[in-house]
């Protein structure tokens, strides 16, 4: 997607233009297959106004990380209370993602393997974000003495599908796989 031809980014801040811009394209194409020039070209920018937001290219994926983390968490909450708000919410609101035609996997995951031995921040960020989707997935469980570790099992099933989903040819599989973990893991499941 161009993103300076899009009406939607039109009416962005020049600072709003470049993070989305850099959001789409660094999820999409990869952190290092992305340049700052092609950042500024689809951003409709100056090389003047995007170092003015963001003095090197380090700074610009942090950003992208954290909006990609807003972004996703308002997503995340929001789908498992349309499909119900309890943990059996989980497998439609993942399907909802994988069968998006923009999935690319979990932006965290990519990062890191990018990333995550010359930017230790990026792994800093990562943990954050899944610290804060595994916190969420314990609210929809029912109180127990395992519900900690019930929560970080179903997060870790969830990366494990979330990569399943990228390479497959549908990501159905990677859900079947993950309810069955589901079930076994949480008897009370439905």
Not at 56 to 71: C, D, G, P, T
Not at 161 to 179: M, N, S
Request: with cysteine.
């Amino acid at each position: 997607m161009k993103s300076n031809g899009n009406s939607i980014y039109s009416t962005l801040s020049a600072r709003e233009r470049i993070l989305n811009t850099a959001h789409d394209l660094f999820y999409r194409e990869g952190i290092r297959a992305t340049g700052i020039d092609w950042i500024i070209a689809e951003a409709g920018v100056t090389k003047v106004t995007f170092y003015r937001y963001f003095p090197s290219k380090n700074a610009l994926i942090y950003e992208f990380l954290e909006y990609r983390h807003h972004r996703w968490m308002t997503w995340f909450i929001d789908a498992l209370q349309r499909y119900g708000g309890d943990i059996s919410a989980l497998i439609p609101a993942l399907a909802e993602w994988f069968h998006d035609e923009g999935f690319r996997g979990c932006a965290f995951i990519n990062s890191v393997s990018e990333l995550g031995s010359s930017l230790p921040e990026v792994v800093s960020i990562t943990r954050r974000h899944k610290q804060d989707m595994m916190s969420v997935i314990e609210n929809m469980l029912p109180p127990s003495a395992k519900r900690e570790q019930d929560s970080q099992a179903v997060a870790l099933a969830v990366d494990g599908a979330i990569i399943r989903a990228q390479f497959d040819v549908t990501p159905d599989a990677a859900l079947k796989v993950l309810e069955t973990i589901l079930r076994s893991l949480l008897p009370d499941w439905s």
